[in-house]
C-alpha cells in the first residue's frame, strides 16, 4: 500500500465522521420558550418573529414537555420557521410546528379555535395503521401548521400536547421586549414609515 | 584521526581508505534561549490573525460578562440603517447577485472542485488539513452561534436569504475560511499567492457589502466571521502543512524531498559549523530518485588536503519521512504480516539516531559502510540531517565491473552481519557501491539488530542475487561456498522469494531475463522446504479488520461529504 494512499483513509474517515456530526449547522438546539424567566421568550422565539416579519403572532414552547417528549431543532429562515418534536412512542420528528406568511388550507375544515385571534382548521390524512393529519391557526399575518406524523396508533397524546406545550407569543410583546432590552434603543421591526 | 577497521573477506583483509581530511574548526554550543537553526514558526501575519481571534474570543467573553451587547446591538443597527438608506430596486439586485459566492450551493461547488482537484494531484496533506479546516470552522461557528443565540438585525428589513443565528456570520466564516484553503493548498508560493490575497479580499468584500446591504448580518458578525475564517486555516496550513515542507507545486517530483534552498539551506550550513564543525560551501540535492524515505544532499566542505574543498553525504530526515515510514509500515503488516519485525519510529529524532547508531555499529565491526560523522539537529524534534562520508568516484553494483574480490566482499559483508547479529534488510543495488575494487553498503536505516533468523537468510539471499546480476549464478555460488554452508545457501533461498526482494533487484532480474533464484536453486544439492512468508496475528487481524472498517466508513463518509461539506 502506498503511504499516499493509506493516507487518504483516515483523512476521508475522521473528516466525514465529523462532518456528519456536525450537519445542518444553522440548527438551533435550544427550545424556543415562550418564557425564560424574567427575559421574556428566549431569543429563538425572536429569531422566528424575524422570519417572518408580518406574522403577529410566533409559536413557542409554553410549557414542560411531557415525559417520552423531547424537542429536536429549531430552523429559523427566511420566510419560513419550523421546530419538531420527539415523541418515544410517535418517533422522531413526530410533532412539526411551523410558521409562514400564509399556508394552503385546501381540504381543511374549520373548528373551534382554542387560541384568542386565530382561526382553526383541521385536516386529517389517514388514521390507521398510524395517524397523519395537519391543524392550522391563521391569524394577521401569519399561518402557524402544526404537521403530525405519527408511528404509534394512539393520537391522542399528540394532539393533547399540541395544544398544551405549543403556544403562541403576540408580535407586540416580543416588540416590547426588544425594545425593553436595548434600554430603549431599538425596535423590533423597522419603522413602517422608512423604505428600509 | 583513528585508523579504520579493515574489511574482512574470505580470501583476508581489504584495506578501507581513510575518508578526506575535513578541516574542522571549534564546535559551539547553543546557548540557552537562542533560537535553533530554523525554528519552526508561524509567519508574523499568521500571530496577527490567531491574536484577532483571541481578541473576538475576548470581546464575545466581555459583552456577555459586562451584559453591553445592547450597545452593539444599536451601534451596529445604525449602520445598517445607514445602508438601508441607498437602497433602491436596482442595488437590490446587484446586492443579491454580489453575495452569491456565500450561498449554500457556491460554498458547496468550491468545496467539491477543491476536493476533486486535490484527489487528483494525490494532495493527501493539504486534503487532509483541508477537511479538518472546514470542520473545525464549521463545528466553532455553529457552537458560537448556539452559545451567543444572537437574533438577527433589528429595525431593519432583512432583504434575502438568511438562516440561525447572525454572530459569528457563518457564510462569511465559512466562505472565507474555504478561500483561504483554496489558497493555501492550491496556488504556489509566492507572487501568485500574494496576488491570490489580494483576490479574496476583493471578494470578501464585495460579499460583505452585499450582506450589509441586505441586512443579512451585523458588522460585528462579519467582522468575527471572516477573523476566524482567516486565522483558522492560516493557522492550520502553516502548522500541519508548511509550505518549506509540503510545497504547493505543479511539476512532477517526490513530495519527500525537503527543498534545501533559501532559509533551510542556510539553516544547515550554520548547524554545519556549530555542531560537526564542518565548514559548508555548497548544500546540493544528490541522487533524488533513488530515495524516497529522506532528502538525500551532497554538501561541499573545507577540507586540509592539498587538492582544496571535499564533500561529504548527508541524509535530511523530517517529521514527514517518519509519518511515511509509519504508514509504509502499517501497508506492509497488512500486506505481509510481521514480515519485517519491526516497529515504526515514533520521533524523526528516533530514527535518526537509530540509522547513526547502525551506522557506528557496522563501521566498528569493520563492515564496509560509509565513515559517520554525525547528527546535525535542524529543527528540534522535526528535522535533522545525519552526515557521513560521500563515497567519492563510486558507482552503483549494477553498472559495475564485478570480480570475485567485490563477490567477496559483499558475502563476507553477509557473513560479518551475521557474526555480530545486524541485518541489513534492504541488500539491493542501489544500496551496494563499488569504488575501486571495494565494495561499499549504504543505507542503513532498515538495519535490524538482532533480527529473526529468517531475515539473516534473506540478507544472504539477496547479496547473491545481486552479485549474480552482473556475474552469474554458478560463480556467485561457488565464492560462497567458501564462506557458507550448503545448508546455509539452502535455507537463504529458501527464506527468499518474491516480495521479500527489493523492488529494484526483482525489477532487474525480470530485465534480464534470467530466473536467477532458480538458477541458484538448482545449484543446491538439496532444497530446503519455503520458509512461510504470510503471518497472521492477532494484530494483523485486527489492524485488517480495522482498516477495512475505516475505508468502508471513509467511502460512505465521502459520499455523504459530496452532498453536503458542511
Known sequence: MRPARAAAVPVLAVGGLLAGCASDSTAITSSPLCSEGPHGAGNGVILMAQSVPTATWVPCIGSALPQGWNFHHLDARNGVSRFWLDSDRDGQQAVEVRLEKSCDTAGATQVPSDREGMTRLERVDRISPAYSGTRYYLFDGGCMTVVFSLDGDNAGEALAVSSQVVGAIARSDLAAQVHEESGGRLSLDPDPGEGG | ?566
Open chain 2, 1 to 566: 584521526m583513528a585508523t579504520l577497521p579493515s574489511s574482512v573477506t574470505a580470501t583476508g583483509t581489504v584495506a578501507r581508505p581513510q575518508p578526506p581530511a575535513l578541516r574542522r574548526v571549534r564546535r559551539r554550543r547553543r546557548p540557552s534561549g537562542e533560537p535553533p537553526p530554523l525554528p519552526r514558526h508561524l509567519n508574523a501575519s499568521g500571530k496577527w490573525w490567531l491574536a484577532a481571534s483571541g481578541a473576538v474570543v475576548l470581546a464575545w467573553i466581555a459583552v456577555a460578562v459586562t451584559g453591553s451587547v445592547s450597545l452593539f446591538d444599536a451601534a451596529d443597527t445604525r449602520v445598517l440603517q445607514a445602508f438601508a438608506q441607498l437602497r433602491s430596486p436596482a442595488l437590490t439586485r446587484v446586492a443579491l447577485v454580489a453575495g452569491g459566492l456565500a450561498t449554500p450551493v457556491a460554498v458547496y461547488l468550491l468545496w467539491v472542485a477543491n476536493f476533486a482537484i486535490l484527489i487528483v494531484l494525490r494532495r493527501w496533506r493539504h486534503l487532509f488539513v483541508w477537511v479538518g479546516v472546514g470542520l473545525v470552522i464549521e463545528a466553532l461557528g455553529s457552537t458560537m452561534l448556539t452559545v451567543l443565540q444572537r437574533p438577527r438585525p433589528y429595525e431593519v428589513e432583512l432583504i434575502g436569504r438568511w438562516a440561525g443565528y447572525s454572530m459569528p456570520s457563518l457564510p462569511i466564516t465559512v466562505l472565507t475560511a474555504f478561500l483561504v484553503s483554496t489558497l493555501y493548498s492550491l496556488v504556489p508560493a509566492g507572487r501568485h499567492r500574494a496576488t491570490g490575497k489580494w483576490v479574496i479580499c476583493g471578494l470578501l468584500a464585495v460579499t460583505a457589502l452585499s450582506r450589509l446591504y441586505l441586512a443579512q448580518d451585523h458588522p460585528t458578525d462579519i467582522l468575527a466571521g471572516a477573523i476566524l475564517g482567516v486565522a483558522v486555516p492560516l493557522a492550520a496550513f502553516r502548522w500541519l502543512a508548511p509550505n518549506d515542507v509540503f510545497p504547493v507545486t505543479y511539476h512532477r517530483g517526490r513530495t519527500a524531498h525537503l527543498d534545501v534552498t533559501g532559509i533551510r539551506g542556510e539553516a544547515i550550513v550554520r548547524a554545519l559549523q556549530d555542531q560537526l564543525g564542518l565548514l559548508a560551501t555548497s548544500v546540493q540535492p544528490f541522487n533524488l530518485s533513488g530515495s524516497g524515505g529522506s532528502t538525500p544532499l551532497r554538501i561541499g566542505v573545507k577540507s586540509d588536503a592539498a587538492d582544496g574543498d571535499t564533500y561529504v553525504f548527508a541524509k535530511l530526515y523530517a517529521a514527514t519521512h517518519v509519518r511515511s515510514d509509519r504508514w509504509y509500515k502499517l501497508g506492509r503488516t497488512l500486506l505481509y504480516g510481521r514480515l519485517e519485525d519491526e516497529q515504526p519510529f515514533h520521533s524523526v529524532r528516533r530514527l535518526v539516531q537509530y540509522e547513526d547508531y547502525v551506522l557506528h555499529l557496522m563501521n566498528d565491526a569493520g563492515l564496509p559502510v560509509s565513515h559517520p560523522l554525525g547528527i546535525v539537529e535542524i529543527t528540534p524534534e522535526r528535522e535533522y540531517l545525519l552526515v557521513t562520508e560521500f563515497i567519492a568516484g563510486s558507482r552503483e553494483i549494477g553498472e559495475a565491473e564485478i570480480d570475485d574480490s567485490i563477490i567477496d566482499q559483499g558475502l563476507s559483508a553477509v557473513r560479518r552481519m551475521w557474526e555480530i547479529g545486524l541485518a541489513h534488510r534492504d541488500i539491493k543495488p542501489a544500496n551496494l557501491l563499488v569504488r575501486d575494487g571495494q565494495l561499499v553498503i549504504i543505507d542503513t536505516a532498515f538495519a535490524e539488530v538482532r533480527p529473526s533468523p529468517w531475515r539473516q537468510a534473506v540478507d544472504l539471499a539477496n547479496m547473491m542475487l545481486v552479485l549474480a546480476l552482473r556475474t552469474d549464478a554458478e560463480r556467485v555460488y561457488q565464492r560462497a561456498r567458501r564462506q557458507f554452508s550448503e545448508e546455509e545457501i539452502a535455507e537463504a533461498f529458501a527464506a527468499t522469494r518474491g516480495l521479500t526482494m527489493p523492488t529494484q533487484l526483482r525489477r532487474m532480474i525480470r530485465q534480464q531475463g534470467r530466473d536467477l533464484h532458480a538458477q541458484f536453486l538448482a545449484l543446491l544439492p538439496y532444497r530446503l522446504p519455503p520458509v512461510r512468508i504470510q503471518l497472521w496475528s492477532w494484530r494483523r487481524v485486527v489492524l485488517t479488520i480495522a482498516t477495512l472498517i475505516g475505508a468502508f466508513l471513509g467511502l460512505m463518509i465521502a459520499i455523504s461529504m459530496l452532498g453536503q461539506p458542511l
